[in-house]
Structures are given as C-alpha cells and as structure tokens.
C-alpha cells in the first residue's frame, strides 16, 4: 500500500470501526442497576454516578431502578430472583445484611448474591436540632443523660445504620434517648430540621450540605479516623468511645451464579469508571470516597458485619418492627 492509500485508510477508520461491543456473556439490551433504597439515597446517588459511564464503556443502556421499601428487601428480593447474566446488578449498603434479623424474607442473605467489588464508603454523623444545648460530644452527652426517655433520635427504619450506630453508642454510654423510626430517610431529615426530632445519624454528605444552613449541627464522626472530607469533625473514638468505628459502605452485587468471567469483567470495569476523577469527585461532593475491593473480600467483610450486626442487635436487646 502507498502512503496516499495508508493516510486514507487512516482517516477513514475511526470512521468505519465498530462500536465497542458488550461485555462477553451479555447481551446489548438494557442492565439495570436494581436498588432496595428510593430516589436521592447514597446507593442511588452511586449507581446515577456510574451507570452512564458504564454504559458508555459497553455501549449499551445501564438503568437505574429504584425498589424501596421493607429496608431494602423488596429490591433485594428482586435481584436474588434474576437470572444471573449480568443483565442485573445491585449498588448495596452494607446494614441490609441485617435484613433477616428485622423482616421476613425470601432469600438468603448471604447467599443469594454473587459478590462483585466495594465501590465507596463514608462515615455518618451525630448531629442535632439547634434547639439542643450541645456543641460537642461531651455537651451532648451530658444533655441526653439529663433528657432520659425524654431525648429522642430519629432514623428510617430499624436495621439501618442511622438506627444501629445510635444504639451502639447507649450500649457504651447508658443513655437512654428514645428511637423514633420513619419509613426513609426524607421524612426523618424533614422533621429533623423541624425539631419534632432532637438528634439523628446521618450521612456526612448530608450534614456537610446541611451544617451551614444552621438547620442542624454536626456533633462529631462515626469513623475512627477523621474524615478527609471533614477534618474539623472529631470522631467519637476521639471523644472517649475507645475504637468506636462505624462505616457505611457500597458494593456491586449479582444473582447467586454468575460466571467468574462475567464478575472479573464487571469489576475491571468499574475499577476503571471509579478511577475517574471526575466520578471520584462528585462521589466527594456526596460525602463518599471510592474504595475498591476483590470479590473475595467482599464477601468476607459482609459476612463479618453480619456477625458484628447479630451481637449487637442481640446485646441491644433490638426488636423488629
């Protein structure tokens, strides 16, 4: 070929190359993300994050589809239920492995799913209503001791971390604040910042969107580490809870049953959406920061929390709704 014929076919061939294909094993209709929690959720925010970039990568359309309700369960029960060929995946937090212990479901935890990769954590924050009298743990405390049965905490429903990091911390402390559970996190955000709830865990995105408003103040982190994103917040380690450390994380998961091949390809791809800046960066914005795991590891850490969750529902003498 001469070199007149060689730049023409240069020129030509980003124009004549084939689109790139899906992921082997998968056809090009649509996936979908399948996700337990509603609209405007950690795990939602997540998964619109990835799914455009994901579907750019695979050419084909990535859907985000939202079933909350019973903690998660009904979507979860979804995607349990779903062939297992990659057509749908989940973006889960890790306080529905105590699903079980709060409602009655029709899959197996632990089982049901075929771990994928972590793709984010972030920690939570205790924080309160102005109208209460504390800036810092210590003057919290102090208020809710004083309070009793009177205080209370609001959370969106039993199982959830917002609900199970406040009982850790009375099993530490003794106090007694009454739990007021919600169906979601919206309507315990609303009356939160209404003062018809004093205090809640939240997630850090939110009190860093919210703190500056003054419609509620963060107290103090539930990391054993400060949290980049907010260096001036002390944790509860720091303020006398010894190795107090409590994380929310995100994985992708599959039916039980999908292929090894389909997994690996699955986390390669999302290990390259998550290395983005610009996805690191709007996850930031969220609280959240990309934190990346094998399959194996997954699994290890999901069952080890179950184990964790389980002594401390049992030691917290917790009941279901």
């Keep these: 070929m001469n070199r007149r014929s060689l730049l023409l076919a240069s020129l030509a061939a980003p124009l004549i190359a084939p689109l790139r294909a899906p992921a082997q094993g998968i056809s090009n209709r649509p996936i979908r993300f399948v996700l337990g929690q509603t609209p405007a959720t950690t795990p939602d925010l997540i998964a619109r994050t990835l799914a455009p970039r994901m579907a750019g990568k695979w050419n084909q359309p990535f859907l985000v589809e939202n079933k909350g309700g019973a903690g998660g369960a009904i979507g979860l029960d979804s995607v349990a239920k779903s062939p297992p060929d990659g057509h749908v995946i989940t973006i889960s937090v890790n306080s529905t492995v105590t699903l079980p212990l709060f409602f009655k479901i029709d899959f197996d935890i632990l089982n049901s799913f075929t771990p994928i990769c972590m793709v984010a ?8 209503h102005p109208s209460v009298p504390a800036k810092n743990f210590a003057e ?28 850790s911390v009375k099993l530490r402390t003794g106090v007694q604040i009454t739990h007021v559970p919600y169906k979601g996190s919206a ?35 539930s990391g054993k580490e400060r949290s980049p994103l907010a260096p001036e917040l002390r944790s ?13 994380w995100f ?38 920061t990309v934190k990346l795991s ?3 590891e997954l699994d290890r ?19 279901g709704d």
């Design 236 to 248: 509860l380690h720091e303020e006398g809870l010894k190795d107090f450390d409590y994380t929310s």
């Design 187 to 221: 309507p315990a955000f609303t009356d939160l910042m209404a003062g018809q709830i004093s205090t809640m865990f939240v997630p850090l995105g939110t009190a860093l969107s919210l703190g500056p408003s003054g419609k509620i103040r963060p107290i103090a982190g």
């Design 121 to 128: 954590e972030n920690i939570f924050a205790l924080v309160v």
């Design 251 to 288: 994985s992708a998961w599959g039916p039980a049953g999908m292929a090894a091949d389909l997994v690996s390809r699955y986390r390669a791809a999302l290990g390259e959406v998550l290395a983005e800046k610009d996805v690191r960066d709007t996850l930031a914005k969220q609280g959240v």
């Design 301 to 319: 850490r999901n069952r080890a929390d179950y184990e964790h969750f389980v002594k401390l529902i049992k030691d917290a003498k917790i009941k």
């Design 294 to 296: 094998t399959p194996e």
């Design 140 to 167: 919290w405390l102090e208020w809710a001791k004083r309070e009793g049965s009177n205080a209370n905490y609001g959370s969106p429903g039993n199982g959830t971390h917002h609900h199970l990091i406040m009982e």
